[in-house]
């Protein structure tokens, strides 16, 4: 049943397909004939990056000022679904005084592998953290009447070819880690819209993928919003609506809409998939166009004061992220007016947000120099290494007498835009060569040396023994520089807890011997055994483990109560004291570890947490709902969840690795289940290695090598780049024309410009077809992969000229393939 049945009924064909793509960048098209206003739609994750020109996808044309608030990676440290409501809210708030109707975000995907580019706008490794902080945030949001687009669904775990690799996974590792914070999102929070992704999962493309739209997001959760393309994710657009992804972004020009037309006329496309998304549409428009000014509190009608009170919440959420990660001595909290050598160009030149498409212009910016001169004016600084990763003595020389004279030395280090950003993915977990150099100097000089760490993702830390505190302040943003000063000076007290595992190094990872080794096909051979899943598991040491984070304070759990409140389902009580003398706040962790010995799983997973602030010598007790999905793994035979009947631990602690409290329970269920890799799994005596998780999993998923005998429209400039001298110089062309948007030259230590090469270079020539029509309108697109492929066309200057109704002309020249 439709719900806009009349207003449907009116459109004709021609009207409803158009109504199903984009008219701009960032608008959908407004039929006022029919009563239907156009939706706004802009990034921000963690702030709003409208553009008010023609747009553009990474961030690189200006946007209206907002509120940068930490990035996921910092927010999720919190741990604090509340104080994520309440950025939600604030979010929410600037949205609609800037007439925006819809959020692109949050994003969910899990970090598979630190490696990857974007981890920085992810919450957690854990599914059921992020899937709890992403409703919190979605429900914040739309409290304003202001929708939001959850993404990347699904698998999106990689920046490198994820607009056209393949993903093979086992469905136990989809239903049981890659979809639950989507599901959990999508139940609790009920968000307007989800965005598909751009890779393929198991041979389909996301945009086209009928499994995950219709049966499993909408079927089985209940999802009644609206499916929207990421931006120039789509596929087939037949095959779409099909699927059941509605909004086509930034639309095609009417390509796709022709393509349509003709299945519909040619009954290879019912109809009635397109008034079901114009329907789904239509219902986006009702839910997102309630927000106005005036629905606002009357003291948020003023964006002066608006910013100002967003700028001081984003400055309790940066401090709330961060991680103590190590305090020995102690060395912190640093007396007011002590004498301090400041140490790291980050200190000076903050890096506080990621780049791409997520980056925000602030409202205003504070670096750790500006908020430590708010509590002591005995600060010396030197930059001690340059953003560019090049070595300098001279720096290096500088800053160690600088910290030999001083005693104490806060030593900034991080990742810079080089090294993490949205279109590319890392090369290696290590900090750049300059800083790492820097560190170890400064380290054999200095007794006294505080690091305060920033970026997105984790990173080896090999002078970690060697330096007296680290503060982890993730990617903090625009007021990270005065939190840092509040927490080196103790005017707040760490809380954080890490969201993902830091190992000693990147080869202790599971996939690190294959993450990326054929982008083309990415087999997640690993399962479900990501992060803590699989170091827990598998035994092998961390430098920090998953939950990790310090206090000024200290903290007491006693007092463990388990009451069985249903079949499968669990009231657990434990109490948190604070035993210390400062005011604080712990997070207290709840992991459900099974004993059923059946079916393979992880050692343990996160099922519950409560972050609690508590005065000195103060006790609270902490309360956990366990549901039967706490103990419920997929079943892939019976296509359903199951309980396996058997003997469970609850555990209670202050991380992964400091299990304070136990407790055991028999749960009812099946008979334990045997699934693929079990048999492997429990003949292992003790506890498996890294390499027998690769041997359990080599066949499964299986790996199937893909075909790829020539080039396609899905191939990249970068590797046709080989296959003859035309496209050598087409890539110097494409060096050229994206320097002019991004410096003026050519410059690979340029982030700006080395993210826009990356991704016009990589991206598939189909994705250039969607994004510059003009300079690539889809005959030229397909004469190009024709040539590549060996064939020679007659009269390409023409074409490439803009002969676009001249019917190609192909010919095979002697010798040709």
């Not at 003949?683 to 690769?694: H, I, K, M, R």
Request: glycine share 8%; proline share 6%; with cysteine.
């Amino acid at each position: 049943m439709l719900k806009h049945e009349a207003t449907i009924a009116n459109m004709s064909l021609e009207e409803k397909i158009a109504f199903c793509s984009g008219a701009s960048f960032w608008t959908t098209k407004a039929f006022p004939h029919h009563g239907i206003p156009a939706l706004f739609m802009c990034d921000g994750p963690h702030g709003l990056r409208k553009q008010t020109g023609a747009g553009d996808h990474l961030g690189l044309d200006a946007s209206v000022a907002s509120t940068c608030f930490p990035t996921a990676s910092a927010v999720a440290c919190t741990w604090d679904v509340d104080l994520v409501r309440e950025m939600g809210e604030a979010l929410g708030a600037e949205a609609a005084m800037e007439e925006v109707n819809i959020i692109l975000g949050p994003g969910v995907n899990m970090k598979r592998n630190p490696l990857c580019g974007r981890n920085f706008e992810y919450f957690s490794e854990d599914p059921y953290l992020a899937g709890k902080l992403a409703a919190a945030w979605i429900a914040g949001v739309q409290s304003r009447g202001v929708g939001v687009a959850l993404k990347h669904f699904a698998l999106n775990n990689q920046e490198t070819k994820r607009m056209a690799t393949d993903v093979r996974v086992d469905e136990r590792a989809l239903r049981e880690y890659y979809l639950v914070p989507f599901e959990i999102a999508v139940k609790e929070a009920r968000p307007t819209a989800v965005m598909c992704a751009y890779n393929q999962v198991e041979g389909v493309y996301c945009s086209d993928h009928r499994r995950l739209l219709t049966d499993i997001l909408r079927d089985e959760w209940g999802f009644d919003g609206a499916v929207i393309s990421d931006w120039g994710a789509t596929h087939d657009r037949v095959a779409a609506f099909r699927a059941g992804m509605d909004l086509e972004m930034p639309g095609s020009r009417g390509r796709f809409d022709r393509e349509v037309r003709e299945a519909v006329a040619e009954g290879r496309l019912d109809e009635r998939f397109i008034d079901l998304s114009v329907d789904r549409l239509l219902t986006l428009i009702d839910r997102t166009t309630r927000s106005d000014r005036g629905a606002l509190p009357a003291d948020l009608h003023d964006r002066r004061h608006l910013h100002d009170r967003h700028h001081r919440l984003a400055r309790r959420i940066a401090a709330a992220g961060a991680v103590l990660l190590k305090n020995d001595g102690p060395a912190l909290p640093l007396a007011a007016g002590a004498q301090v050598a400041v140490i790291g160009e980050l200190a000076r030149t903050p890096r506080y947000q990621g780049t791409g498409s997520s980056q925000v212009t602030p409202t205003r910016l504070e670096s750790l120099l500006d908020g430590l001169a708010q509590y002591t004016d005995q600060v010396r600084f030197a930059p001690g290494y340059t953003l560019r990763d090049a070595p300098d003595p001279a720096l290096v020389d500088e800053a160690v007498a600088l910290a030999r004279e001083a005693g104490t030395a806060i030593l900034c280090l991080g990742l810079t835009d080089l090294y993490e950003s949205e279109a590319f993915d890392r090369p290696h977990m290590r900090l750049p060569a300059n800083q790492n150099a820097l560190a170890e100097a400064v380290a054999a000089a200095c007794d006294r040396v505080i690091v305060v760490l920033f970026g997105g993702s984790a990173v080896e830390l090999p002078w970690a023994d060697r330096v007296k505190a680290i503060l982890h302040m993730h990617l903090p943003g625009q007021a990270g520089g005065t939190a840092a000063a509040d927490l080196l000076f103790g005017a707040e007290n760490p809380s954080g807890k890490l969201a993902e595992t830091y190992p000693f190094r990147y080869e202790d990872v599971v996939s690190s011997s294959y993450y990326l080794q054929n982008p083309w096909q990415t087999p997640y051979r690993e399962s479900m055994y990501c992060g803590y899943r699989y170091f827990a598991s598998a035994g092998v040491p961390v430098r920090y483990p998953f939950g990790h984070g310090l206090s000024y304070t200290r903290f007491a759990y006693s007092d463990l109560q388990v009451r069985q409140t249903g079949p499968h389902a669990f009231e657990v009580t434990a109490v948190v004291t604070n035993v210390g003398d400062r005011d604080g706040a712990e997070v207290a962790q709840l992991y459900v570890a099974p004993r059923t010995g059946g079916a393979y799983r992880p050692a343990k997973e996160l099922k519950g947490f409560a972050k609690v602030p508590l005065r000195p010598g103060e006790a609270r007790t902490v309360t956990f709902h366990l549901d039967r999905r706490a103990f419920a793994i997929y079943d892939p035979d019976r296509k359903d969840w199951v309980v396996e009947a058997g003997e469970y631990l609850l555990e209670v602690g202050a991380s992964s690795a400091d299990i304070r409290l136990t407790a055991r329970v028999e749960v009812e269920g099946v008979a334990p289940v045997r699934t693929p890799c079990s048999d492997w799994y429990y003949a292992l005596q003790g506890v498996p290695s890294q390499q027998d998780f690769l041997t359990i999993h080599a066949a499964y998923p299986e790996y199937r090598p893909p075909t790829r005998g020539r080039f396609d429209l899905n191939s990249s400039i970068n590797e046709m780049k080989e296959s003859s001298l035309l496209f050598k110089l087409l890539y110097k062309v494409l060096e050229r024309v994206v320097a002019r948007g991004a410096g003026g030259k050519v410059d690979y230590e340029n982030p700006s410009f080395r993210m826009m090469m990356h991704t016009a270079a990589e991206n598939p020539i189909r994705a250039l077809v969607l994004f510059s029509p003009d300079q690539m309108p889809p005959h030229v697109a397909e004469g190009l992969v024709e040539w590549a492929n060996g064939r020679r066309l007659r009269g390409l200057g023409r074409m490439i000229g803009g002969d676009r109704g001249r019917t190609r002309r192909l010919a095979s020249p002697p010798g040709s393939r």
